[in-house]
């Protein structure tokens, strides 16, 4: 089935959802006519591991785990019918025993306990029983499993890690929020269980100052400002959010209607998926193929903003660089720690896939991760990354197969990563 079928099928099971007029859905199809020159997704290469080298050579040396935090609720509050929905978040005084945050520029290491209480205290509740963008009680078992899916791997199955936690073996480090703190901290509780933990071991947490935050496009990146701007003016965009404003327009309440029109594709998409996995009402009697619509659409929006490399530069490449160091940090010294873990956004996670050009085409999920590990030949002395994203191996473009060289890797990921971050983000003259 073509990709343009199948967004006609989208449409067509999105209208009738809707129950709209003939002339609704015939102003349908002319926009998705007047779309079909937008960027779409190529399938990313996966494949069986093609690899001569004998895995009793093979040893693994360094995990990377890079993951879009759990099930939240909504960042700005649902207007409307949604506004009283019961959300489940842990209250204020939840604990969290042995987490702690470091603050990168400070080296200052606080209790998280007391961290989250001063960042809670005074809030409103505006969903349920929580804040907006909270990670939600559901989020938190959801991020555990995952844990406990990494354990059976590197603890059970690979005997990589270590049966009870060792701390000085795992690095951690999250955006300054609390919903991505709280995911690392459920992942590492389905890794290590308190039963499989020492007396008093001690979770750390890095985190940086939010101006110098590089785990996601800033905004203060005058280049990638302008850039962004650049295509909202051009006719591919204004048709694109021609399309997502039809969606709304059954909505007879103007509060709840405007609240959804206001959002991007994006912040749409998140909001309903996340109302579709705590089992809430969607707005307007849509069902949930709506969200497989949005969730597309959303995605073809990373592929415009992503499909030059100057915006992976500007926008994830410092990042990349992070990770880079973190891995041959782990490779050259023993004693570093060999099993890392990122805790981010879906805008973490979109731009990272789109810059190695394994991007699927739909947006990153709430708990959807990437991982990257880290193989060495022992025979030939030689080092090797695979990468999966939610557990299917992908083949990073110009590796000769899903077993790719380190050296390979690193060429790939050097045209990622600005030389000089200041000077290419100034804004160029047009």
Request: hydrophobic fraction near 35%.
């Amino acid at each position: 089935v073509s990709t343009q079928s199948t967004g006609v099928v989208k449409m067509w099971n999105l209208f009738a959802a809707k129950r709209l007029s003939v002339f609704g859905i015939l102003s349908a199809f002319a926009l998705l006519s007047r779309l079909k020159h937008v960027v779409r997704a190529e399938e990313p290469k996966q494949e069986p591991l093609k690899t001569e080298k004998d895995p009793k050579n093979l040893e693994l040396k360094v995990v990377q785990v890079i993951t879009r935090h759990g099930w939240r609720t909504p960042n700005s509050i649902v207007k409307g019918s949604l506004q009283s929905l019961p959300w489940e978040c842990d209250p204020i005084n939840f604990p969290y025993p042995g987490l702690y945050i470091r603050h990168r520029s400070y080296e200052t290491v606080t209790p998280y306990e007391d961290y989250r209480t001063e960042r809670l205290t005074g809030r409103p509740l505006t969903h349920g029983n929580c804040f907006g963008g909270q990670l939600t009680q559901l989020g938190r078992q959801q991020m555990t499993k995952l844990g406990d899916f990494l354990r059976k791997r590197y603890v059970h199955e690979l005997n990589f890690m270590p049966t009870v936690l060792e701390p000085s073996q795992i690095y951690i480090r999250s955006t300054d929020t609390l919903r991505t703190i709280e995911t690392a901290y459920a992942l590492t509780l389905g890794l290590y269980p308190f039963t499989e933990r020492p007396q008093n071991a001690e979770i750390v947490v890095d985190i940086a100052k939010r101006e110098e935050e590089n785990m996601y496009p800033r905004s203060a990146c005058l280049r990638f400002t302008q850039m962004r701007q650049i295509r909202h003016k051009s006719e591919r965009f204004r048709n694109h959010r021609d399309l997502y404003h039809q969606i709304w327009e059954n909505i007879e309440n103007e509060e709840e209607r405007r609240y959804w029109e206001s959002r991007s594709w994006a912040g749409c998409y998140s909001s309903i998926s996340s109302l579709l996995a705590h089992g809430f009402p969607l707005p307007a009697d849509l069902d949930s193929s709506v969200a497989s619509f949005l969730r597309s659409e959303s995605g073809r929006e990373y592929l415009e903003k992503f499909s030059e490399t100057e915006s992976s530069r500007i926008g994830i490449g410092r990042f990349i660089r992070d990770l880079n160091d973190h891995m041959i940090l782990a490779i050259e010294d023993e004693s570093s720690p060999k099993f890392q873990i990122f805790s981010g956004h879906d805008n973490t996670v979109g731009p990272l896939l789109n810059a190695f050009k394994v991007f699927d085409g739909l947006h990153p999920d709430m708990g959807s991760f990437i991982v990257i590990e880290v193989w060495k030949d022992k025979a030939a002395d030689e080092f090797y990354v695979k990468m999966f994203y939610q557990e299917k191996l992908v083949k990073l473009e110009k590796c000769q197969d899903s077993l790719c060289r380190l050296e390979e890797f690193l060429d790939v990921s050097k045209e990622l990563i600005p030389e000089n971050y200041e000077q290419e983000c100034l804004v160029k003259e047009m």
